[in-house]
């Protein structure tokens, strides 16, 4: 299991150093960038996009009637001296006025709300099918770095913040800034030098919102990442959840994921305390504000500067563009925990793979089989200690490679480099005499067939599994297969026969039922070249017979790679190649090397002496 904290990168600035001026001007570039690139997602959706921002902006308008309207009827209808009967009809009309209003205004609430909503909700979609794409097709040595949790965390709670940017935040930001722009010119219009007291206190709150948005954002990308390692804390827990009970480490997993979900909790706490502070200090601001020009205003009205109708509409459109910008605020502080979440999501999709294609791929024959290693070397990394030294071999279509050594030798990364993996370092890997690097990797793949050590099966049925590689085979083709595998007898032993649900990993099934399901999925397959890493190792000796008789058939005609750490499996290859320290040391039969007396003789000497030695432990005493 692996332990390691998530690396959180700074940024650097444009001279190599991590400053606060070069830092604060990059990540303004790189923020607005991150935004154009998230809202591009929206480019499929510009009908619903466009018709739900009218639909905001018009439930935006009629709010500023409201006020209006009410000025109109202290203004006509409750002046000293209106006669009751004109009061009346006054106050009726405009009751009524606002009762369309409303009406109306609910209309295009309707609208905002669903037309947004949806365009939200899919985009989500978009982005998540956007994102695992581009996932599944990054190389293996990408996923070997990453913890599975903490790209589910990717595509769960960062995509699932990102939704409220692209719905709920722009139609409160088209909404408020249409409160906010229409206000201030009716404000003007109706008392100008009461707008001007008002606009004093707008500076301040902007300052307050650049310095808390930064921290926010800071706190916001801090928690995602800590959530991201809680995630991954679990999901590994519940994938090793077989060794996790043998060992009853239950208390040390709740330990491990106390720590981890304690860290997300500190985390999400500074961003509480940051908000905390900012929502309530903002809002302070605009109580004086509106403190100060229900004074002035007041002022204005007893001298007659200034109508009662006026004054009651200045105040409430004051409470509307103050409410706007208490709201913008807010919405400041969601977009820095948005743009820390599409910092994430897009660092994932600028990932790129290090197996580039060929711009114009070769083609392989129909039967092309035949796999040479010339020179082959090979390292993980740049630095990185070479695991693969200068390997020469070659086999044949039709032929069987055994390839053997102590453990670390670097054998299961040599036939990693077949279905192209990873890359050579040094030298030439061909196949039918194509170098794997001129061929689509897709290409290559569905000519190759791999039985691992621990079989992969997806939750589903047993149908589906086999199925994995050739989705269009018919179920005549399927059952021969299972059939070839011995499997088709178990299988058909199940209530559900092939509709037999497997479980997560295929839980359900035993270690030889997978392992013949998994050389019935190859054959289904009908690879022309087959790689075996220790496909029995694993197994009992009834379910090992069983396999290997599946084995045999699958092998005729196809050239094959097996990996084997027990020897009595391969003695019937044709060549056994013997690794040691990444180097080919011995190659030829397993008569030709046990009578050299060298490397194999030596491990098949000590592999049986120890089977001899358990063997006598198990029979007790004479």
């Known amino acids: 299991m692996a332990f390691s904290r998530i ?112 365009v939200g909700e899919a985009v989500v979609a978009d982005m998540r099918t956007r994102v695992f794409g581009h996932l599944i097709g990054l190389p293996v040595s990408f996923f070997e770095t990453r913890k599975t949790g903490e790209l589910t965390s990717r595509l769960t709670a960062d995509i699932a913040t990102l939704q409220a940017a692209v719905s709920q935040q722009l139609a409160q930001f088209v909404n408020q800034g249409i409160t906010l722009l229409g206000g201030l010119v009716v404000l003007l219009v109706l008392e100008w030098r009461l707008t001007l007291l008002m606009l004093g206190v707008i500076p301040a709150v902007v300052v307050a919102a650049a310095f808390f948005g930064r921290g926010l954002r800071k706190a916001s990308t801090a928690f995602q990442d800590d959530l991201a390692e809680a995630t991954a804390v679990a999901d590994e827990a519940f994938a090793s959840i077989r060794v996790v009970k043998s060992f009853t480490a239950e208390g040390w997993e709740r330990d491990r994921y106390d720590r981890a979900i304690g860290d997300a909790f500190r985390s999400a706490l500074k961003r509480v305390r940051l908000r905390a502070y900012f929502v309530p200090a903002v809002m302070l601001a605009m109580s004086a504000g509106l403190a100060i020009v229900l004074w002035y205003g007041g002022r204005l009205a007893v001298s007659g500067a200034l109508g009662s109708g006026d004054l009651v509409a200045f105040l409430l459109i004051t409470v509307f563009v103050a409410g706007s910008i208490g709201t913008f605020t807010d919405l400041w502080a969601q977009l820095q925990q948005a743009i820390g979440a599409s910092r994430r999501v897009f660092e994932i999709l600028d990932e790129t793979s290090d197996l580039p294609e060929p711009a114009e791929p070769a083609r392989l024959a129909a039967d092309a089989g035949h796999v040479r290693f010339e020179g082959v070397s090979f390292s993980y990394g740049r630095g990185e200690e070479t695991v693969i030294r200068d390997v020469t071999l070659e086999a044949r279509p039709g032929e069987v490679v055994a390839i053997v050594g102590p453990s670390g030798a670097g054998k299961s990364t040599l036939i990693s480099l077949v279905p192209r993996f990873y890359d050579v370092t040094a030298g030439r890997l061909s196949v039918g005499g194509v170098d794997v690097r001129d061929l689509a990797t897709a290409e290559l793949r569905k000519r190759i067939g791999m039985v691992p050590q621990e079989t992969q099966l997806f939750s589903g049925s047993i149908l589906e599994n086999l199925r994995y590689g050739r989705p269009d085979a018919t179920d005549a083709e399927v059952q021969a297969a299972a059939r070839a595998a011995n499997a088709h007898d178990f299988i058909t032993a199940f209530p559900d026969g092939y509709r037999t649900q497997v479980g997560e990993r295929g839980v359900m099934l035993s270690g030889g039922q997978r392992q013949r399901l998994a050389i019935a999925r190859a054959l289904l397959k009908d690879p022309t070249i087959l790689v075996l890493d220790e496909a029995t190792s694993s197994l009992d000796s009834e379910s090992e017979a069983l396999v290997q008789q599946a084995l045999d058939v699958l092998m005729r005609g196809r050239t094959t790679f097996v990996v084997a750490h027990r020897l009595s499996t391969v003695r019937r290859a044709d060549r056994i190649v013997v690794l040691a320290g990444g180097a080919v040391v011995e190659s030829g039969t397993h008569d030709q090397l046990l009578a050299r007396g060298g490397v194999y003789a030596e491990l098949y000497r000590l592999q049986f002496a120890g089977a001899d030695r358990a063997g006598a432990a198990v029979a007790g005493p004479a």
């Open 7 to 118: 690396r959180r990168s700074a940024p650097i600035g444009p001279d190599g150093k991590d400053g606060p001026a070069s830092r604060s001007r990059r990540l303004s570039r790189e923020d607005l960038t991150r935004l154009r690139r998230l809202f591009s997602f929206l480019r499929p959706h510009r009908g619903a996009v466009v018709a739900g921002v009218i639909a905001v902006a018009v439930s935006g308008a009629l709010g500023l009637v409201f006020p209006l309207l009410i000025r109109d009827l202290l203004n006509s209808a409750f002046q000293p001296g209106t006669a009751p009967g004109l009061a009346t009809a006054e106050l009726n009309r405009v009751a009524l006025a606002l009762l369309g209003l409303m009406l109306v205004q609910a209309v295009f609430n309707f609208l905002r709300v669903y037309l947004l909503g949806r």
